[in-house]
């Protein structure tokens, strides 16, 4: 019995890790996080269980986001493992309105060609200072 249990955790476990990898990878996390690792330690946790959207992967009611003069941060939670980012504004342009899960959104390219997009809800957007605006 302690056998099967084991099997079954371990089983459970690595089903976990794959979806985990395929996540970052599909949704560019880890494209993002190579361009843009954290440098410096973020301010205060300002927006958490925030529902956000990095290329076509949605992380719902899961990402911290802080924003300084210099930087949107974002991290996810620890079960997914993914490294926290820190996105220069002068590296966030195009924003254009989305809907992501059924609510309003304004979706920012990142890097110059771009590496990744990140969806963000209209309500934290518009409580970010440092964005880019519409034009």
Sequence with gaps: MAA???AIALWGAL???????????LSGWNRLA?????????PAWTWRGQTIQVGPVRYRNCVSAAATHAC???????????P?????WAELHSP???RVYRRDA???QAGRPPVGAISLPRELYDQIRY?????
């Excluded at 991290?75 to 993914?82: I, K, M, T, V, W």
């Excluded at 926290?84 to 220069?88: K, T």
């Design 106 to 108: 304004i979706r920012l």
């Design 84 to 88: 926290a980012l820190s996105i220069p």
């Design 96 to 98: 254009a309105q989305v």
């Design 34 to 42: 190579v361009r843009y690792p954290v440098t410096n330690p973020a």
């Design 4 to 6: 099967i249990l084991a």
């Design 15 to 25: 089903l976990w890790l794959g979806v985990r990898a395929v996540f970052a990878r």
């Design 72 to 82: 949107l941060h974002l991290r996810s939670p620890a079960l997914f493992g993914f």
């Design 131 to 135: 964005a880019p605006r519409l034009s």
